[in-house]
C-alpha cells in the first residue's frame, strides 16, 4: 500500500487543475498582454482563475497578484511593503517560528536598516496577541504572521491579532502567511483586517510553481522584479496562465465542501494520535484538539532519528516528512521545534505527517501498523 | 581549418611485440569517446601514428575534450594533412596555416621539419631555412628564435605531409582495457573515485561495489553514488556497480561486536563480498580509496587488519596522499561536487565515539567469532539480493 501522508509539503494536483492547465497550454496559448484573439483568450483563462479565487476570499479580484508560489508572495509582501514604507518607520514585527521564507526575508531588511522584533511563542507554537500588541509602536510598519504552522499546525488568531495591531497602530500594514492555512478554512481579509495574505496552489492540489498574494486595495507595494508592468506594475512578467488557470480550479475545488473535508482530515487527526502515541516512547508536539491545523501532525520517536525512520517508513510505502520538508533536503535542526521547548534529545527524532482530504481511514490505520511495527525495531539500534 | 588531429602517445612506444595491442586499444577508446561528439570521424593507425579526422562539418571543442579524456594520449595537435605537391605549394601551404592559425603573429618561431620520408628533394635543414625565410617574408612582425621560440611550426613529412604548432595536453596514462580489470569499492565519498580514475588512467577496466543500508542511508545517497560512477565513465568507459544492501550484516555487528571495533569487521565483511563480485567479474584486484592515518580505519594498523580477509591484491593509488591532493584530482575529474553531497553513508551511521585506531587481528578475529552462527547467511543474502547496474556516461 502506498500512503502520501506529506501533503504540507505538496500535495498531488487535482484531475480538474490538470486538465484546465493542459488545455491552456495547447489551446489557450497566447500572452494575455498580445492585442489579438489569442491574448484575449489567454486573459480571459487567467480572469476566470481570479474570480474563483476572490469568491473564495470574498475579495476584488484586482487584489489578486500571482506570482510563481509562496515564497514569492511571501517576499513581495514584506519587502514590497517594508520598501513603499521605509519612511514611514523602520520597525517589524513577525514570530520566532516562520517559514525560511519570512525568516530569511527578515534577516535581510534588518542588514538593510530595518528593526525586527520576534515573537516569541508558548509550548503550542503559539504567539501571544497580548504581546504582540506591546511589540506594536508608531514606527512598526509590518506584522507578518503564519496563520498555521508548518510543522507543528499550531494556529494564529488572525483577526484578534489584526484588530490588536490595528488598535495600536491603525497604519501598520497586516500580513498573513496562509500557505497551510488556505483551503483548510475560512479567510475573510477584507473584514478580518489582513491587509496582504500569502498563498501558494500546489498545498492545495492546484500546480507547483503558482501561487498569489492577496494585497488589499490600495496598499501601496514595491515591486521586486522590475520589466513590463503587467498586473499594475506590481509583478512584471509574462503571466504563467496554464499554472495560473490551475490555481483557479483548485481553488475552486477546495471550496467545494470544504466544511466537510475539514472535519473528515480532523478525525483522522485525532484518530492517528490517538492510535500512535500509545507507542511506547512516542509523543505529539503541539495541540491535540481542534484549535490547530486539521492535517498536520508532529510526532517525536524516542530513541529513534527521524530521518531512519523516514526512510523505514518509505520502504513500507508510507511517505512523511523530517521536521519540515521544505526548505533543503539536509535535516537541519527545526527552528520551530527549538523555539517550542522540545527537549534536544528529541529535536532529531520528530516527524511530520500531514494529511489531505482524499486519504482514507484505511490508509491512515495502515500508516499506523507501520509506524507501531517499525518504531520498536528502530530503537533497538541508537547511534553512539 | 582544421579537418584532423595527430594524436601523440608516450609509454606505449616502449612496448615491444605488444604494441599494436595498445595502439589498436587506443584507437577503440578515441572511437568510443568520440560517438558523442557531433561529427563523422575516422580513426586510423598510420606508421606509429594516430590521426583522427573529421569527414565534413564537426565540433572542434567537443572533439578536443573528448580526446583529452582518453587515457594514453600526451598530446593532441590539431594537424594541416596536405599532399606533397612540390615544394612552392608546401611553402603557401604553411604560409596559409600561419595566417590562419595566429591571428597576432608577433611572435618568435622556428621551423622544425622532419622526413620520414627520405626521398624528398631537400633535406629537414634545408626546409627549415627555406620555410623560415617564406614566413618572415609573409609576416614581417614574426622573429626566428631557434633556442626558445614561443611558436614551433612543425612540418612532417610522411605519405602527407604534417604541418602543426600547438599540443594540446593529453590525460597520459594507458589505454583503457589493456591492464585488465579491477573492482573498486566506491562510497559516497571523495576518496574512492579519485581512487578509481588513477587506476583506470593505467589502462585498467573497473567495475565498481557500493554497500548502503536502508533505511539508514536514503535513496538519495544510492543515487549519488550512481551518479559518481556515471561521472567515472565519462574516463574509465561503462561501469558494472554492484549494489549491496548491508544493512542486516551491520545490525548484526553492532549487537555483538564492541562497538569500537565495528568500522573495522565492517570493512573485512566489505572486501569479502567485493572480492566476491570481483572473482565472478574476473578483476584481478580490488581497488579502494584508502589513504594513510585518514581515518581511524585506515591506520597502518586498521589496514593491515582489513587486507587480512583479501586474497586477491589491494590496489590503493591514494595511499601517500594527502586530503587535499586528492580533492583537487576530485575536482579536475569533476567528481568533488557530487562527494560532498549531505547525504550519510553506511559507514557513518553506527560509528563509534572512540573506534579502535590499532586494532589487532586477534582481537577482530575474537569479536568475529562471535558473528558466526548467522553471518555466513546473512553474507550470502547480500551477495544474492545485490542489484548490478551498468553505468555509462551515454545521454
Known amino acids: 500500500m502506498e500512503v502520501y501522508l506529506d501533503n504540507s509539503a505538496t500535495t498531488r494536483c487535482s484531475r480538474e487543475a490538470a486538465a484546465v492547465m493542459a488545455s491552456v497550454l495547447t489551446t489557450d496559448y497566447g500572452n494575455p498582454s498580445s492585442m489579438h484573439r489569442m491574448g484575449m483568450a489567454a486573459e480571459n483563462r487567467m480572469r476566470r482563475a481570479a474570480e474563483q479565487i476572490a469568491g473564495t476570499l470574498r475579495c476584488q479580484e484586482k487584489e489578486l497578484v500571482f506570482t510563481s508560489g509562496g515564497t514569492e508572495s511571501n517576499n513581495l509582501a514584506i519587502c514590497g511593503a517594508a520598501e513603499a514604507n521605509r519612511r514611514r518607520g523602520r520597525h517589524l514585527i513577525t514570530s520566532a517560528v516562520e517559514h525560511p521564507s519570512v525568516l530569511r526575508t527578515m534577516e535581510r531588511l534588518s542588514e538593510q536598516g530595518f528593526e525586527v522584533t520576534y515573537l516569541p511563542v508558548n509550548r503550542f507554537g503559539e504567539i501571544s496577541v497580548e504581546e504582540l500588541k506591546e511589540a506594536v509602536r508608531p514606527d512598526t510598519i509590518l506584522v507578518s504572521l503564519m496563520q498555521m504552522n508548518n510543522e507543528i499546525g499550531a494556529l494564529c488568531p488572525t483577526e484578534e491579532a489584526a484588530s490588536a495591531v490595528k488598535s495600536v497602530n491603525p497604519d501598520t500594514l497586516f500580513h498573513v502567511d496562509a500557505i497551510q492555512s488556505y483551503g483548510k478554512m475560512r479567510i475573510f481579509p477584507g473584514r478580518m483586517g489582513i491587509d496582504l495574505l500569502s498563498v501558494s496552489g500546489h498545498k492545495f492540489h492546484g500546480p507547483k510553481g503558482a501561487g498569489f498574494l492577496y494585497v488589499r486595495d490600495r496598499t501601496k507595494l514595491k515591486p521586486l522584479l522590475c520589466g513590463g508592468g503587467q498586473q499594475r506594475g506590481v509583478r512584471s512578467g509574462t503571466e504563467n496562465v496554464p499554472a495560473i488557470a490551475g490555481l483557479g480550479a483548485a481553488a475552486a475545488a477546495a471550496w467545494d465542501g470544504l466544511e466537510d473535508k475539514v472535519g473528515h482530515m480532523f478525525a483522522l487527526r485525532e484518530h492517528f494520535i490517538e492510535t500512535v502515541t500509545e507507542i511506547a516512547g512516542v509523543s505529539v508536539n503541539g495541540r491535540r484538539d481542534r484549535q490547530c491545523a486539521p492535517h498536520i501532525v508532529s510526532v517525536s520517536a524516542e530513541g529513534v532519528r527521524a530521518e531512519v525512520l523516514l526512510h523505514a517508513l518509505e520502504e513500507r510505502g508510507v511517505y512523511v516528512s523530517a521536521g519540515s520538508a521544505c526548505s533543503s533536503n539536509r535535516p537541519a535542526v527545526s527552528a520551530t521545534l527549538s523555539a517550542i521547548g522540545l527537549p534536544r534529545t528529541l529535536l532529531d527524532s520528530t516527524v511530520r505527517v500531514s494529511f489531505c482530504a482524499d486519504n482514507t481511514r484505511e490508509e491512515i490505520d495502515y500508516a499506523l501498523g507501520v509506524f507501531a511495527e517499525l518504531i520498536p525495531m528502530l530503537q533497538k539500534y541508537k547511534r553512539h | ?395
Open chain 2, 1 to 395: 581549418m582544421y579537418r584532423a588531429f595527430l594524436i601523440k602517445y608516450a609509454e606505449i612506444v616502449l612496448k615491444g611485440k605488444n604494441r599494436y595491442l595498445f595502439e589498436e586499444a587506443l584507437v577503440r577508446n578515441i572511437s568510443y569517446q568520440l560517438k558523442n561528439v557531433e561529427g563523422s570521424f575516422s580513426v586510423r593507425r598510420e606508421n606509429g601514428r594516430v590521426y583522427v579526422e573529421a569527414d565534413g562539418a564537426y565540433d572542434y571543442d567537443g572533439t578536443v575534450e573528448a580526446l583529452q579524456g582518453v587515457f594514453g594520449i600526451t598530446g593532441i595537435c590539431p594537424v594541416v594533412l596536405t599532399e606533397d605537391e612540390g615544394f612552392e605549394r608546401l611553402a603557401e601551404t604553411v604560409t596559409d596555416f600561419v595566417a590562419a592559425s595566429f591571428p597576432d603573429r608577433s611572435f618568435t618561431f622556428k621551423v622544425d621539419a622532419r622526413r620520414a620520408r627520405k626521398n624528398y628533394p631537400m633535406t629537414s635543414m634545408e626546409i627549415n631555412a627555406a620555410l623560415g625565410e617564406r614566413i618572415l617574408m609573409a609576416f614581417p612582425e614574426t622573429k626566428v628564435d631557434v633556442h626558445h621560440p614561443q611558436v614551433m611550426i612543425s612540418v612532417e613529412i610522411r605519405p602527407l605531409i604534417n604541418i602543426y604548432a600547438t599540443e594540446i595536453p593529453g590525460p597520459g596514462g594507458m589505454p583503457l582495457g589493456t591492464a585488465g580489470r579491477g573492482m573498486l569499492l566506491l562510497s559516497g565519498g571523495i576518496d574512492s573515485p579519485v581512487a578509481g580514475y588513477m587506476v583506470a588512467r593505467r589502462g585498467v577496466a573497473l567495475e565498481a561495489t557500493y554497500f548502503h543500508a536502508p533505511p539508514y542511508t536514503s535513496e538519495r545517497a544510492k543515487q549519488k553514488v550512481v551518479d559518481l560512477a556515471r561521472k567515472l565513465s565519462a574516463w574509465a568507459g561503462p561501469v558494472k556497480l554492484h549494489v549491496v544492501n548491508f544493512t542486516d550484516i551491520q545490525l548484526d555487528i553492532y549487537e555483538k561486536c564492541p562497538h569500537e571495533q565495528l568500522t573495522i569487521i565492517m570493512r573485512r565483511y566489505m572486501m569479502s563480498i567485493a572480492e566476491h563480485f570481483a572473482g565472478e567479474g574476473k578483476c584481478l584486484g580490488l581497488i579502494t580509496g584508502e589513504s594513510i592515518g585518514q581515518v581511524a580505519s585506515q591506520t597502518m594498523q586498521s589496514l593491515a587488519v582489513t587486507n587480512e580477509v583479501c586474497h586477491m591484491p589491494v590496489y590503493r593509488p591514494l595511499i601517500a596522499m594527502d586530503k587535499q591532493e586528492i580533492v583537487k584530482i576530485a575536482e579536475k575529474i569533476d567528481t568533488y561536487e557530487t562527494s560532498i553531497l549531505p547525504f550519510e553513508d553506511c559507514c557513518t551511521i553506527f560509528v563509534a565515539k572512540h573506534p579502535v585506531t590499532k586494532p589487532t587481528l586477534k582481537s577482530i578475529e575474537r569479536s568475529e567469532k562471535r558473528l558466526k552462527e548467522v553471518m555466513d547467511e546473512l553474507v550470502k543474502k547480500a551477495v544474492d539480493t545485490a542489484e548490478t547496474i551498468v553505468v555509462t556516461n551515454e545521454p
